[in-house]
C-alpha cells in the first residue's frame, strides 16, 4: 500500500491496482459526523478522484466504533432562515449526486452505526457491504429529529428497498441490523469481517449488476395508484403520530406521492420540503431534546468504572427485569430470591429479551443467557462490583436487607437501592457508612425506558456519584442525577398529574375525555391508562408515601379499586378493563376539552418548576430531559420548563 494522501477528516489511500480507499475519521470527533466544513472536503477529494480516477473506491470509516453517525446535529441550531438551510441541503445532494455518477465502481464499507446521512452517503454508492455484527445498525432516524432524509435519500431508499419498504424505514426511523438491512435490499452483502476484504475484490473486479428496483414497483408509483396508496400510509401513520404535533412523516408522505417515480423532481421537493420542516418549531425542539440526550450520555466519564459482576436482590418484575439488562450489556449477574418461582420467571423474561434482541445471533444469546445465574442463596453478594437491591416497597425491610448487605460486600462495592420514592436517607440510616449508598431507580418497562435516576444524599462522595453514573453507561441507560427527597424528581413529577385524573374521573368526567386531552397535548398515553400500566396498587403506595410530604390527596376511587383488587392491566381491569393487553374504551366520539387539559397539563408543570425551585436537579434543562426520557413527555414540545417558557413568550394561556 503506498503512503496515504492525508487531509483534516478523510485519506485517500491506493490499496491496490483493483481500487483505492477513501476513509473518513473527523479529527478530534469520537464519532464521524457530516459536518459543512467535512462535506466541503469530501467534495474537494471528489476533484482529485474525478482527475486521477482509480479502479475503483471503496469507503470506510477509520474510527472503530461507526461509519457516520449523520450529519452534524449542532449545526442545525445555527441554520438562520430556510434559505440557509435550502443551501446546506443542496450541498449534501449535489455532493451524493456527485459520488453517484462517478465512472467506476463505488463501494460503502459500513461497520458500526451508519445513520442518516451516513446511510445516504452509503447509498449513493454502487455497492454497500455491512459488517454482520451486533453493533452494525443502519437507520433513517431523519423523523426522530422533525424532518425527513434530505440528501437524496428518499430517492434511493425506495429505488433500493421499494416504495412501501423504503416508505416504512424513513417513517419510523427504525434501526436495522446487517441482516435486515440485506433483506430489505438497503446493503448487498452482510458478512463476517473476516470475509469482507474477499467480498470488496469481487465487487471491485467482477462490477455484478446493481439492485433493480422491486417486482410490482413500477405499478406502485404510477399516477392513478399513487394517492390510494400513499391514503393507506397516512392513515397507518396517523395512528402513531399526529401531523399537528409531528409534520415531517407527512410531508415525506406527499412527496413520495406527488413525485415518485421522476427522481429530479423529487430531489427538488425533497430540499424544499426539509428546508421548511428543520426552520419549524418541531424539529426545533427535538434537535433540543437530542442535545439533552447527549448530554446524559456525557455523565459518568469521569469514571473509568467497569462493573464485570452486578448483584440483583429481588427477582420480581423490576429486579428480574434490570438482572436480564445487565447480562443483556454484558456483565455477568446473580440474582437472587427465595422463591423459586420468582427466579423461573426471571429466566424465562430473560429469554425472551434475549431472543428478542439477538436473534440474529446465536451465539451471542447463548453467552447472554449464561451470564445470567440464579442465586437463591446470596452467593453472589461477595463477589459483586455492584449490589442492587430491588425487593418490595417497604421502609423496614430494605433498611434490614442493607445492614446484612453491609458485613458481606467487598469494601469497594458499589450498594445501590431500585427505590422509587423512599428518600435516600432513611434506607441508608441503617448502614454504618449511610454515604456509600446510592439510589438506581429504573423505570417499567426497564428493556425500553432510557432514563435511571441516580439519587444522592447532600454528603455523597462524588467518586461515588460518577461510579453510579458510569455504570449506568455501561449499561446503555441514561443517568440524571437528582437529589434525594420524597418521589425524587419523576415520580414527584407524575404523581399528581396521575392523582389529578383520578379526581376528575370522581368528579365524573368520562375516563376517554380525560386520556384524550393528555394525548392531545402530545402525551403518549393517557394519565389513566398509564396508572393501569403501571398497576393502580403501586401508584396508591407512591401515593401515600408522597402525601404527606407533598400535600396530595388520594382519591378516593384509587383506594376502591386497590381494595377491589382491581389493580389495572396485570388483573384484568383498573381504571379500564383490559382484554388482550389492551384497554377497552367506550364507543362513541369524544371531543377534547381545552379546560380539562389545562387543569391536568398544569399539575405537571406546576410540579415540575417546583422541582426546579427545590433544587432536585442542577438546572431546568435536566428538569426536562428527565421528564422526556421517564415518562415520554411529549418530545415535540421539548419538556416542560421549555414549554413553560415557550408559553410566556408566545403569550398562550392554554396547553393546546
Same mark, same amino acid.
Not at 426511523?173 to 475484490?201: F, K, T, W, Y
Not at 412523516?249 to 406527499?254: E, K, N, R, V
Not at 434506607?427 to 439519587?455: C, S, T, W, Y
Given at each position: 500500500m503506498s503512503d496515504p494522501t492525508p487531509g483534516h477528516h478523510w485519506q485517500l489511500n491506493t490499496v491496490s491496482d483493483d481500487y483505492a480507499e477513501l476513509v473518513i475519521d473527523v479529527r478530534d470527533a469520537p464519532a464521524n459526523t457530516l459536518s459543512r466544513t467535512v462535506m466541503a472536503e469530501l467534495n474537494a477529494w471528489l476533484d482529485e478522484l474525478q482527475a486521477v480516477p482509480p479502479r475503483g473506491l471503496v469507503i470506510r470509516s477509520g474510527k472503530p466504533g461507526g461509519f457516520i453517525a449523520g450529519a452534524d446535529v449542532h449545526e442545525f441550531t445555527r441554520i438562520r432562515d430556510r434559505d440557509e438551510a435550502l443551501a446546506v441541503i443542496r450541498l449534501g445532494q449535489s455532493t451524493f449526486e456527485r459520488i453517484a455518477a462517478l465512472p467506476f465502481p463505488t463501494l460503502a464499507l459500513i461497520r458500526g452505526h451508519c445513520l442518516g446521512g451516513g446511510l445516504e452517503l452509503a447509498m449513493a454508492c454502487d455497492y454497500r457491504i455491512a459488517v454482520d455484527d451486533p453493533a452494525t445498525r443502519l437507520a433513517l432516524p431523519e423523523v426522530k429529529l422533525g424532518i425527513h432524509p434530505g440528501f437524496g435519500g428518499t430517492?434511493?431508499?425506495?429505488?433500493?428497498?421499494?416504495?412501501?419498504?423504503?416508505?416504512?424505514?424513513?417513517?419510523?426511523?427504525?434501526?436495522?441490523?446487517?441482516? +435486515?438491512?440485506?433483506?430489505?435490499?438497503?446493503?448487498?452483502?452482510?458478512?463476517?469481517?473476516?470475509?469482507?476484504?474477499?467480498?470488496?475484490?469481487?465487487?471491485?473486479t467482477a462490477r455484478p449488476a446493481r439492485r433493480s428496483p422491486p417486482r410490482g414497483e413500477a405499478l406502485l408509483r404510477s399516477a392513478p395508484l399513487r394517492p390510494l396508496v400513499a391514503a393507506v400510509v397516512r392513515r397507518q401513520t396517523r395512528r402513531k403520530a399526529?401531523?399537528?404535533?409531528?409534520?415531517?412523516?407527512?410531508?415525506?408522505?406527499?412527496?413520495?406521492?406527488?413525485?415518485?417515480?421522476?427522481?429530479?423532481?423529487?430531489?427538488?421537493?425533497?430540499?424544499?420540503?426539509?428546508?421548511?420542516?428543520?426552520?419549524?418549531?418541531?424539529?426545533?425542539?427535538?434537535?433540543?431534546?437530542?442535545?439533552? +440526550?447527549?448530554?446524559?450520555?456525557?455523565?459518568?466519564? +469521569?469514571?473509568?468504572?467497569?462493573?464485570?459482576?452486578?448483584?440483583?436482590?429481588?427477582?420480581?418484575?423490576?429486579?428480574?427485569?434490570i438482572a436480564a439488562w445487565c447480562a443483556l450489556q454484558g456483565s455477568t449477574v446473580t440474582v437472587e430470591d427465595a422463591n423459586g418461582q420468582a427466579l423461573a420467571s426471571t429466566v424465562q423474561r430473560a429469554d425472551r429479551l434475549f431472543r428478542h434482541r439477538l436473534r440474529d445471533y446465536p451465539r451471542r444469546l447463548t453467552e447472554a443467557a449464561d451470564r445470567l445465574l440464579p442465586d437463591p442463596h446470596g452467593h453472589g453478594r461477595r463477589r459483586a462490583d455492584v449490589v442492587i437491591e430491588a425487593i418490595f416497597e417497604d421502609e423496614a425491610a430494605k433498611q434490614a436487607l442493607f445492614a446484612e448487605l453491609e458485613g458481606q460486600v467487598r469494601p469497594d462495592t458499589l450498594l445501590a437501592t431500585n427505590t422509587s420514592s423512599i428518600p435516600l436517607?432513611?434506607?441508608?440510616?441503617?448502614? +454504618?457508612?449511610?454515604?456509600?449508598?446510592?439510589?438506581?431507580?429504573?423505570?417499567?418497562?426497564?428493556?425500553?425506558?432510557?432514563?435511571?435516576?441516580?439519587?444522592?444524599?447532600?454528603?455523597t462522595p462524588e467518586p461515588l456519584l460518577q461510579q453510579a453514573m458510569a455504570l449506568c453507561r455501561r449499561i446503555d441507560k441514561l443517568p440524571l442525577p437528582v437529589r434525594s427527597s420524597p418521589g425524587f424528581l419523576v415520580n414527584r413529577i407524575l404523581m399528581p398529574y396521575l392523582l389529578e385524573a383520578a379526581l376528575l374521573l370522581e368528579e365524573g368526567f368520562r375516563k376517554e375525555a380525560i386520556d384524550l386531552a393528555a394525548t392531545d397535548f402530545g402525551m403518549p398515553v393517557g394519565p389513566l391508562e398509564l396508572a393501569d400500566m403501571v398497576g393502580l396498587d403501586i401508584c396508591l403506595h407512591v401515593a401515600e408515601v408522597l402525601a404527606g410530604p407533598m400535600g396530595l390527596p388520594v382519591p378516593r376511587l384509587l383506594r376502591e379499586r386497590v381494595t377491589a383488587g382491581k389493580l389495572g392491566r396485570k388483573s384484568g381491569e383498573g381504571f379500564y378493563r383490559w382484554v388482550k393487553g389492551r384497554p377497552q374504551r367506550a364507543r362513541g366520539r369524544v371531543q377534547v376539552d381545552r379546560h380539562l387539559q389545562e387543569r391536568l397539563i398544569g399539575k405537571l408543570l406546576d410540579e415540575a418548576r417546583r422541582c426546579l425551585d427545590d433544587g432536585i436537579v442542577a438546572d431546568a434543562d435536566l428538569v426536562d430531559a428527565g421528564v422526556i426520557f421517564g415518562t415520554g413527555f411529549a418530545p415535540f414540545r421539548s419538556g416542560p420548563l421549555h414549554y413553560l417558557t415557550t408559553r410566556r413568550v408566545k403569550g398562550v394561556s392554554e396547553p393546546g
Open positions: 430517492v434511493r431508499a425506495i429505488d433500493l428497498a421499494g416504495s412501501l419498504k423504503g416508505l416504512e424505514v424513513m417513517l419510523t426511523g427504525r434501526s436495522l441490523s446487517a441482516r +435486515q438491512a440485506r433483506c430489505l435490499g438497503l446493503v448487498d452483502e452482510a458478512l463476517p469481517e473476516r470475509v469482507c476484504a474477499n467480498a470488496i475484490h469481487h465487487y471491485m399526529n401531523p399537528a404535533h409531528y409534520p415531517a412523516p407527512f410531508a415525506l408522505i406527499d412527496l413520495w406521492r406527488h413525485h415518485a417515480g421522476d427522481a429530479r423532481a423529487m430531489l427538488a421537493a425533497e430540499a424544499e420540503s426539509v428546508a421548511t420542516l428543520i426552520t419549524g418549531e418541531t424539529s426545533r425542539n427535538l434537535v433540543r431534546v437530542f442535545k439533552l +440526550q447527549n448530554r446524559l450520555k456525557a455523565l459518568g466519564k +469521569q469514571s473509568d468504572f467497569r462493573p464485570r459482576h452486578v448483584h440483583v436482590v429481588g427477582a420480581g418484575t423490576m429486579g428480574g427485569d436517607e432513611r434506607i441508608a440510616a441503617a448502614l +454504618q457508612d449511610g454515604h456509600r449508598l446510592v439510589g438506581l431507580h429504573f423505570f417499567n418497562p426497564v428493556a425500553k425506558m432510557p432514563l435511571v435516576e441516580v439519587v444522592h444524599q447532600a454528603d
